[in-house]
């Protein structure tokens, strides 16, 4: 299993930008899918997430202005985040879980739960 993140980069504040994760030896119809994302000095912490039946879930610093999805057909995951803030500078990683993981552990992000994982691709908003 492969995980290739891209769509990261320089932004201001107040812009937007999509990243993707292109897997590859896995299918995102079937497995549930996530970003996380890490920062100097923090502990990764997972963004956004969305299981293999489409449920999603969002921390609370991105609701309202981030959005995952999916395209089963080109085996991709986007992260569509808005009104970006300095805080969210950070590396996003996509990750990946074979299991179905079940409310309400699927909306607490927890990184053992999603043991494939990229490289990440840098998102700095300044």
């Known amino acids: 299993v492969q995980l290739v993140e891209s769509g990261g980069g320089l932004v201001q504040p107040g812009g937007s930008l999509r990243l993707s994760c292109a897997p590859s030896g896995l299918s995102v119809s079937d497995f549930s899918m996530a970003w996380f994302r890490q920062s100097p000095g923090k502990e990764r912490e997972g963004v956004a997430a969305?299981?293999?039946?489409?449920?999603?879930a969002y921390t609370d610093s991105v609701k309202g202005r981030s959005t995952i999805s999916k395209d089963n057909a080109g085996n991709s995951l986007f992260l569509h985040m808005t009104n970006l803030k300095p805080e969210d500078t950070a590396m996003y990683y996509c990750a990946a879980s074979a299991s179905f993981i079940l409310t309400p552990r699927f909306y607490r992000f927890e990184s053992s739960d999603y043991p494939y994982r990229g490289q990440g691709t840098q998102v700095t908003v300044s």
């Open positions: 969305i299981r293999r039946d489409d449920l999603t």
